[in-house]
């Protein structure tokens, strides 16, 4: 494994990287600090920006998980990004653009870092078990904006909690965030197209293939504080989950926050 250096990242450098590999994406920023590069990405989308801008932060101040969760991490220790797509398919099935990224993600990792992962419904990428990147994404009028935080260099000690981990703690090939950007992004590119044009099924079938949760028994909690319990058996074509219970009823889950229960639990 390389040793790490948090070297910032050189615009230049990374767009000539990602050029190499795709064309698909239109504009490339990369600033020393932000509040949040998916509040950034939103007003630019308000104000007309074009799909495939993409925006990098060395540092976010207030960056925003799921559920509103605040999320850090140490400055260039990570990849943080959002990216702006104006997807053509029918609103109801954007929410698969989670699961687009997650999958993306994935077969990056193994084909730049030599790194299996796994995925975690609704957006969480792990590596044994450990949470190693985040997934957020809004929408913002006829926009969809993806942020991504994803745990490079970042240490033991240095870990937000317990349950995280880092592509340098699970033994990554490389940890040079270009490198790793640059085929990210290519594969979001490449699967992003064939999700606009035949739809998302091919992504829930790989997403299904690298699922961390599917077959798992799963504690669910929902926004309004309800709770359930059952195994995690499938994806529908919007991506929700459908959890059966220990009476049989099935439920599908559009939104809601996933514990992955040991047998014993």
Not at 66 to 86: E, I, K, Y
Not at 103 to 115: F, Q, R, T
């Amino acid at each position: 494994m390389s040793t790490p250096t948090r070297k910032p990242l050189d615009r230049h450098e990374l767009w000539t990287l990602l050029s190499e590999k795709s064309d698909f994406w239109t504009e490339l920023d990369v600033v020393q600090v932000t509040g949040s590069t998916n509040a950034d990405l939103a007003n630019a989308a308000k104000h007309g920006a074009p799909e495939g801008k993409v925006l990098i932060a060395e540092e976010q101040e207030h960056g925003r998980g799921r559920l509103d969760r605040h999320w850090v991490s140490p400055a260039r220790a990570g990849l943080t990004m959002s990216f702006l797509l104006r997807p053509t398919l029918p609103r109801e099935q954007w929410g698969t653009l989670s699961l687009l990224t997650a999958v993306a993600l994935e077969e990056a990792l193994k084909a730049v870092c030599g790194v299996n992962a796994k995925l975690k419904w609704p957006n969480d990428v792990l590596i044994a078990d450990k949470k190693v990147c985040g997934i957020l994404a809004q929408v913002e009028g006829n926009a969809v904006i993806v942020g991504v935080g994803l745990n490079v260099s970042l240490t033991e000690a240095e870990l937000p909690i317990p349950e995280a981990t880092s592509l340098a703690i699970a033994g990554a090939s490389t940890l040079d965030r270009a490198e790793i950007a640059s085929g990210f992004l290519a594969h979001v590119a490449a699967v992003y197209q064939t999700w606009n044009e035949r739809g998302p099924a091919s992504v829930i079938e790989r997403w299904q293939r690298n699922s961390a949760t599917l077959g798992r028994h799963v504690s669910v909690s929902f926004p309004n504080g309800r709770n359930l319990t059952g195994r995690a058996i499938g994806i529908d074509n919007d991506g929700c989950l459908q959890v059966a219970a220990a009476d049989g009823t099935v439920e599908t889950v559009a939104a809601g926050d996933i514990v992955h229960l040991r047998p014993q639990d």
